[in-house]
């Protein structure tokens, strides 16, 4: 009678033990988006599952072979499905760590683009950045001169302006500052280099093409030994202006004809810039409007209130 009890009470206990652990399986399946269980909190019930069960045979005397008990059998699946939690449970913990981290790398590797809205020159271009236009003047190159009016059209140069607008027109393209350098020139331009999603480095591939010099100014910067290697190549391959008989000193420059009395009004304009004396309308091109706004000092004195807009770009409504 002794041991009848004690065997109904074993059954009992084992029962009620494998009942918690179905129901921490079942409350672990439906939350798997929170904190899962922890391994060392589950092999604990396992022990103690494990512990209980032994004591209670040590004190039963079996005589006769009897066929496996329903405890028995139940004990190990259950087991087995813990184990196959606590797997998923770490699996699951590392694949989130590794998506934040790819997140993170993501977003820092993330490279920031802007539409180029005008190209000025060879060497000086407009884009967008989040909703105001920049003046960019390029680091580490220049171009033959063709919209300053106090300087005749140099040789190449609208080959060169026309090469730019070739390759950055309408264009998205990432800005990459230099350390070494201002933030921006005196004209309050930014001081960038360009490259184009494509990957073409502006800056570089304008100088071995052969349309624009090496240019250092003040300081070295950070392409100057590949910016001067290209200039030696197309040098050395006569290309572009390099080319022979193209910018001989005896082929004297290109001036663009202007009547003379717009020629008077330029050269007035040099130096008018103590008041308010220029509208949009004075000028004939956006070109020669853009040149006196930057000799008066940009935005930061922009004397005659051409740049209604405070965009560094001045009466855009003129070709």
């Known amino acids: 009678m002794k041991n009848k009890f004690q065997k109904a009470f074993t059954k009992t206990s084992i029962i009620v033990a494998v009942f918690i652990i179905i129901a921490i399986i079942s409350i672990s399946r439906?939350?798997?988006?929170?904190?899962?269980?922890?391994?060392?909190e589950i092999a604990g019930i396992i022990d103690a599952v494990n512990i209980e069960t032994e004591e209670n045979n040590e004190k039963q005397t079996v005589e006769v072979e009897e066929e496996p008990s329903e405890e028995s059998l139940v004990v190990p699946v259950v087991a087995e499905e813990i184990e196959d939690i606590v797997e998923e449970s770490q699996y699951q913990e590392e694949k989130a760590v590794n998506n934040v981290q790819e997140e993170t790398g993501n977003i820092q590797n993330q490279t920031q683009y802007y539409?180029?809205?005008?190209?000025?020159?060879?060497?000086?271009?407009?884009?967008?950045?989040?909703?105001?236009?920049e003046t960019i003047r390029l680091i580490g190159i220049n171009t033959p001169e063709t919209v300053d009016p106090r300087k005749p059209v140099e040789c190449f140069g609208k080959e060169a302006s026309n090469k730019a607008k070739e390759l950055l027109s309408g264009q998205w393209v990432e800005l990459e500052s230099d350390p070494t350098q201002d933030d921006r020139g005196k004209y309050d331009?930014?001081?960038?280099?360009?490259k184009t999603k494509d990957g073409m480095f502006y800056n570089l591939e304008i100088i071995k093409q052969g349309y624009a010099y090496e240019y250092t100014y003040n300081v070295p910067y950070k392409y100057q030994t590949e910016f001067k290697q290209a200039e030696d190549y197309a040098r050395n391959n006569k290309i572009g202006l390099w080319a022979d008989g193209i910018c001989d000193e005896s082929i004297p420059?290109?001036?663009?004809?202007?009547e003379p009395e717009a020629q008077l009004e330029l050269q007035q304009t040099e130096c008018e810039c103590s008041s308010n004396l220029y509208n949009c309308s004075d000028f004939t091109t956006h070109d020669e409007a853009q040149l006196l706004f930057e000799c008066c000092g940009g935005i930061n004195n922009d004397i005659h209130r051409l740049d209604r807009d405070k965009d560094g770009m001045v009466c855009e409504s003129l070709p």
């Open 253 to 258: 420059d290109v001036v663009v004809e202007q």
């Open 115 to 133: 539409k180029v809205v005008k190209v000025v020159d060879g060497d000086t271009i407009a884009v967008d950045i989040n909703g105001v236009k």
């Open 189 to 194: 331009r930014l001081l960038r280099y360009v």
């Open 30 to 40: 439906t939350n798997k988006s929170e904190e899962t269980i922890k391994p060392k």
